[in-house]
């Protein structure tokens, strides 16, 4: 009998690790929020890099250099691992995005928006960038919410959280900045609210 009690702890044990992995082995469904959240996130994610490319190419303050930098190097890290997960769960990279309609929502610009700040004057161009960014990163902390609801998986959590922590830090120097050039932000996208991901309309 007291051998087979250490059998049977492990046994245990065994079933106990199998029962907390149990949901990281299933992959999650094509439209959960874990897959909606990345796909619409790396969408997100490519607009910001994009922007933050032309702002680096056009400026010469080396404050808004560094942070154009940091924003590429983050959200290119951040892209890679989201589309590892996709590949992970079986699901394409590429899904439905967002609609126009509801990528306003979520702050993004248009893509003439985007085209201004490597036509603008220098100065100019930084206004426009502080402010489109700005409001970029205030749509991607609404879209945070949903993934931090009970049921989503711990990494896109953490993930979540880290994108909110960091975006909010930007936000706030990306504000000063504007404050410094005698310029304010633009009015908060309209998904301000933390909307539902689950509810939208593609």
């Given at each position: 009998m007291r051998r087979a009690l250490p059998l049977l702890v492990v046994l245990l044990a065994a079933l106990a690790a199998a029962f907390l992995l149990a949901p990281r082995l299933i992959s999650p469904a094509e439209d959960s929020r874990e897959v909606r959240f990345v796909r619409e996130m790396i969408q997100h994610h490519t607009q910001a890099i994009d922007m933050a490319t032309r702002i680096r190419d056009t400026?010469?303050?080396?404050?808004?250099?560094?942070?154009?930098?940091?924003i590429m190097l983050s959200q290119q890290e951040q892209i890679g691992q989201m589309r590892g997960w996709l590949t992970l769960w079986g699901r394409p990279w590429a899904g439905e995005g967002m609609?126009?309609?509801?990528?306003?929502?979520?702050?993004?610009?248009?893509?003439?928006?985007?085209?201004?700040?490597?036509?603008?004057?220098?100065?100019?161009?930084?206004?426009?960038?502080?402010?489109?960014?700005?409001?970029?990163?205030?749509?991607?902390?609404?879209?945070?919410?949903?993934?931090?609801?009970?049921?989503?998986?711990?990494?896109?959590?953490?993930?979540?959280?880290?994108?909110?922590?960091?975006?909010?830090?930007?936000?706030?120097?990306?504000?000063?900045?504007?404050?410094?050039?005698?310029?304010?932000?633009?009015?908060?996208?309209?998904?301000?609210?933390?909307?539902?991901?689950?509810?939208?309309?593609?």
């Open positions: 400026t010469t303050d080396a404050e808004l250099r560094t942070l154009a930098l940091d609609s126009a309609e509801h990528a306003r929502m979520m702050g993004m610009a248009t893509q003439a928006e985007v085209a201004t700040i490597s036509t603008q004057p220098e100065k100019q161009a930084e206004v426009t960038f502080l402010q489109l960014m700005t409001r970029h990163h205030q749509g991607a902390l609404a879209m945070v919410p949903p993934a931090l609801e009970g049921g989503v998986r711990p990494e896109v959590q953490a993930l979540a959280r880290q994108i909110q922590a960091a975006q909010s830090a930007e936000i706030t120097l990306m504000t000063r900045l504007l404050k410094d050039r005698g310029a304010q932000p633009l009015p908060a996208p309209g998904g301000m609210g933390g909307m539902d991901m689950g509810d939208h309309q593609h």
